[in-house]
């Protein structure tokens, strides 16, 4: 489709159905597919391999990526997961050091038992990426805007390293989502969501999408997808598509507010640092107003008076709900030393920035005021 984002958004993969004429395609809730003789089939065999309706997901997602492919999972972690997959025994990767928890995990934890092996690198300087290439090094997967400090990598100039040494490149793109950033089109072989957060946009699914212009890409992921089977149910692709038709009209408002929330807390004593990229003051600001629409919904904070400060800062809060995720209308805060960077070790995290008194938030799209009101409780509270 060549419609901007706002109406592919709304329209891409999703034609009225072709039978009844519904303006909403159905959900397709079958496991499996009539066969009108052996291997004689409609497109459609049985839903693990493929379904209309994540079909239709997998669609809107490519388009919004301008992407020519992509791939729906049962969860973000699903889809990581799956493309370390692609890799085999010896091979090496490059990941940012700042990259959600269970990513690390993953990476750490199980991969590494496999014999792949993992460098984590400050990616926010593009040499700190050049200098870890290895003989063997088969992937660079970036993070950016990094959870949960909000760190910022250039894209083009990566992607560019990478191209170079024929290295496949990844961008987990949750954080800024598509309508904030096209990694593809900086350079990146593939782009990776947890439609969990921004896509779904209401906190009532799970869900991952990996979507990329490379046709050999595709097909082994595709032959992955089928063959480890993390797929999402046709309901969740449903549901994650309806969630898409405001995906735009909702980034801007998690920007705006997200916006009046920074200029309240640069103005709070007890607040030692704000992390948002387009802050002036931000590192790599100037990379993220060239690679980025909007500076996005996501927000972390580091109080003075650390942990205790932390905890009770989150305890006054109430109408931003104490709670993984991130991504809806709804306004979330958590703790991530405990919560969701829980899984990284302490002595890394203290390395990485990632201090006692870190606070992050999800900003929804509620009325500004209330959550500005909402975080004076907080503070009162500290
Ligand atoms: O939760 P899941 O759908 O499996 O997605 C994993 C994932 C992948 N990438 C990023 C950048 C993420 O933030 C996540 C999940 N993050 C949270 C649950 C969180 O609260 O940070």
Redesign the pocket.
Known sequence: MTFKFETRAIHAGQEADKETGAVIPPIHMSSTFKQDGVGNHRGFEYSRTGNPTRNQFEELMASLEGGRYGLAFA????A?ATVQLMLNEGDHVICGDD?????FRFFDKVMRRFGVDYTFVDTTDPVNVSNAIQENTKLVWL?TPT??LLKVSDIRAITDITSKHGIMSLV?N??ASPYNQSPLDLGASMV?H????YIGGHSDL???VVVTNDENIHEQLRFLQNAAGAVPSPFDSWLAMRGIKTLAVRMERHAMNASRLIEYLLERPEVATVYYPFLDDHPNSQVAKEQMRTGGGMISFDLKDGKNAAYNFLKGLELFTLA???GGVESLC?YPPD??HGSIPEERRAEIGINPGLVRLSVGIENVDDLIADLEKGFANL
């Open positions: 969860s973000g972690s699903a990581t990259v959600y928890g269970g990513t993070e959870n949960p987990d949750t954080f990776l947890s439609t969990t957060k799970v869900g991952g993984e995720s991130l958590e919560m969701t």
